[in-house]
């Protein structure tokens, strides 16, 4: 789970394979903080909740996220925001550029993200 902005990373927090993204993404929201100022949250349907869109709207963010297709009241959202969506998508691709990174050749967890946190500066600074 990442937080992106202009092109670079927030902050991230790295999960177990197996669980699901909205919990993550919930304490990453709660990591950023709260917003002096409303800022739009592009997120795709796994954030959907809405437990998941309640917090990020209490933080002062404003969710743009596509109801899933079986909602029984969709809501509408921006589809010219959501469209910034390929940006997140852009820097993971990006990320698996770097074989370390792709194949997971690290044990440790700490040593996995001290080499996603040297990436990211790389990718910055390109």
Known sequence: ????????????????????????GRILMETVGKQKKAKHLVMDRAYEDDYTRYIAQTLGFIPIVPPKSNRKNPWDYNKELYKFRNEIERLFRLLQDFRRIFCRFDKLDEVYIGFIQLALVYIGIR
Do not use: E, T, W, Y
């Open 1 to 24: 789970m990442m937080a992106v902005g202009f092109k670079r990373a927030i902050d991230f927090i790295l999960s177990s394979g197996n669980c699901h993204d909205a919990p993550q």
